[in-house]
């Protein structure tokens, strides 16, 4: 069984279509697929990694820090909540199982 916050982390950022595929057939993407599903912002060849990096902490340093914290905090809210009501029910879920030997109830 997938973790909670597992699940509200991919429901937050892939398609609907993607997220069912992923949770419940636990199906593979490839880095294209990955990308056009929402797991990813972008790709970049690993020989421009640090170059893509430092651009865009370039146009990250020129945003209003506060707003720019403020704003995602709000887009977040329902997130953040699903995962702080989530984390210690998952931590009890991965408690039982490790009691019971890994068996699924």
């Given at each position: 069984?997938m973790?909670?916050?597992?699940a509200?982390?991919?429901?937050?950022r892939?398609?609907?279509?993607a997220?069912?595929?992923?949770?419940?057939?636990?199906e593979?993407?490839?880095?294209?697929?990955?990308?056009?599903?929402?797991?990813?912002?972008?790709l970049v060849?690993?020989?421009?990694l640090m170059?893509r990096?430092?651009?865009h902490?370039?146009?990250?340093v020129?945003?209003?820090?506060?707003a720019?914290?403020a704003?995602?905090?709000?887009?977040?809210?329902?997130?953040?909540r699903?995962?702080r009501?989530?984390l210690?029910l998952d931590?009890?879920d991965?408690?039982?199982?490790?009691?019971?030997?890994g068996r699924?109830?």
């Open positions: 069984t973790p909670r916050v597992a509200a982390m991919l429901r937050h892939l398609d609907p279509a997220f069912q595929r992923a949770v419940t057939l636990s593979y993407f490839d880095p294209e697929s990955a990308l056009n599903a929402g797991f990813f912002d972008e060849d690993p020989e421009e170059a990096a430092e651009s902490a370039d146009k990250l020129k945003l209003d820090a506060r720019h914290a704003s995602k905090r709000r887009i977040r809210a329902a997130l953040i699903k995962i009501f989530s210690p931590l009890l991965a408690m039982l199982l490790g009691l019971r030997g699924p109830r």
